[in-house]
């Protein structure tokens, strides 16, 4: 249960990492309107504190022995032994990139946030050599990995993205300026496209996941496996995500717009608060679950 949790908490952080500096770079009417600088350095921090404490759960897992009982030597070798081991020092030199761009976002917001997006980017996607992602050889591993590290990025777009949405509504509607209100109506209009282009991305590498994970004869056995049920609920979280996704972008976003001209934002402010809160939450439970995926057998490798 530690390592799910520790996986969780990595998997959260590293996201918000990524998609937060991806979700800024390229909304930059909406940046002083976000605590960027804290936000950044924070996820930085915290996800070197987590890699470090996932490092020791799983040295002392592969060890055979109780966590305060892992040695240096179990340590040394995940990381000189192992493609993970790899992929961790490559996660803490990204994440040390988001800690340090953090004090630039002020003074020289676009390069500051692009360093931030490249080492956001090194840490999520190197999640893949942590995963089942990692099992197969040759082309197969190869396509696997690659599907991975696409699956990677795009939630953490998505995930940056709506808990950069979150606070933008979370002001109090009686505060909210009208150039807040427009600004965070533009996050929201122009962030349709790019969040179509994430969807498709999800849903084709999570095909091909699928495929190599789970084959289409064990599909009908899921139900009866605590790998398949927990698979299933992940797909309906997902698709819940699609449905709040959907009425966002044409019924409350549209009306936030009208409000706006009417001058009687609250209610459709408040509407969106809550929408893009009941997303983020779904999100937040599909990681737990993949989190929780990740330490089981998927069908395929039990064949």
Same mark, same amino acid.
């Given at each position: 249960?530690?390592?799910?949790?520790?996986?969780?908490?990595?998997?959260?952080?590293?996201?918000?990492?990524?998609?937060?500096?991806?979700?800024? *770079?390229?909304?930059?009417?909406?940046?002083?309107?976000?605590?960027?600088?804290?936000?950044?350095?924070?996820?930085? *921090?915290?996800?070197?504190?987590?890699?470090?404490?996932?490092?020791?759960?799983?040295?002392?897992?592969?060890?055979?022995?109780?966590?305060?009982?892992?040695?240096?030597?179990?340590?040394?070798?995940?990381?000189? =032994?192992?493609?993970? $081991?790899?992929?961790?020092?490559?996660?803490?030199?990204?994440?040390?990139?988001?800690?340090?761009?953090?004090?630039?976002?002020?003074?020289?917001?676009?390069?500051?946030?692009?360093?931030?997006?490249?080492?956001?980017?090194?840490?999520?996607?190197?999640?893949?050599?942590?995963?089942?992602?990692?099992?197969?050889? =040759?082309?197969?591993?190869?396509?696997?990995?690659?599907?991975?590290?696409?699956?990677?990025?795009?939630?953490?777009?998505?995930?940056?993205?709506?808990?950069?949405?979150?606070?933008? /509504?979370?002001?109090?509607?009686?505060?909210?300026?009208?150039?807040?209100?427009?600004?965070?109506?533009?996050?929201?209009?122009?962030?349709?496209?790019?969040?179509?282009?994430?969807?498709?991305?999800? /849903?084709?590498? =999570?095909? /091909?996941?699928?495929?190599?994970?789970?084959?289409?004869?064990?599909?009908?056995?899921?139900?009866?496996?605590?790998?398949?049920? *927990?698979?299933?609920?992940?797909?309906?979280?997902? $698709?819940?995500?699609? $449905?709040?996704?959907?009425?966002?972008?044409?019924?409350?976003?549209?009306?936030?717009?009208?409000?706006?001209?009417?001058?009687?934002?609250?209610?459709?402010?408040?509407?969106?608060?809550?929408?893009?809160?009941?997303?983020?939450?779904?999100? /937040?439970?599909?990681?737990?679950?993949?989190?929780?995926? $990740?330490?089981?057998?998927?069908?395929?490798?039990?064949?």
């Amino acid at each position: 249960m530690l390592d799910v949790i520790v996986r969780f908490a990595l998997y959260l952080d590293l996201a918000l990492a990524f998609g937060v500096a991806f979700f800024a *770079l390229f909304a930059p009417r909406v940046r002083d309107s976000l605590p960027l600088p804290r936000l950044l350095a924070s996820v930085g *921090l915290t996800g070197m504190l987590l890699s470090v404490a996932g490092l020791a759960v799983l040295s002392a897992s592969m060890a055979g022995v109780p966590l305060a009982q892992v040695d240096a030597e179990s340590v040394a070798m995940v990381l000189t =032994g192992m493609s993970l $081991g790899k992929a961790w020092m490559v996660r803490i030199g990204g994440l040390a990139l988001v800690a340090a761009a953090a004090a630039f976002v002020r003074r020289r917001p676009a390069a500051a946030l692009s360093v931030a997006s490249f080492g956001g980017a090194l840490a999520v996607g190197g999640l893949a050599w942590a995963g089942h992602g990692a099992m197969d050889d =040759g082309a197969v591993g190869w396509l696997h990995l690659a599907a991975d590290v696409a699956h990677l990025l795009a939630a953490g777009v998505w995930v940056g993205a709506l808990a950069c949405l979150l606070l933008l /509504v979370a002001r109090p509607a009686p505060r909210a300026d009208a150039a807040h209100l427009w600004a965070t109506h533009r996050a929201l209009d122009g962030f349709a496209l790019v969040g179509t282009a994430v969807v498709a991305v999800i /849903v084709v590498t =999570g095909l /091909v996941n699928a495929w190599l994970l789970v084959g289409a004869a064990n599909v009908p056995s899921l139900p009866g496996t605590l790998y398949g049920r *927990l698979l299933i609920a992940k797909l309906v979280l997902f $698709g819940a995500m699609l $449905g709040f996704a959907g009425i966002n972008r044409y019924r409350l976003t549209p009306a936030l717009a009208a409000r706006i001209d009417a001058g009687d934002h609250g209610g459709a402010v408040v509407a969106l608060r809550v929408s893009v809160a009941l997303e983020t939450a779904c999100a /937040v439970m599909v990681l737990a679950l993949v989190a929780w995926l $990740g330490t089981l057998q998927p069908p395929m490798s039990a064949m």
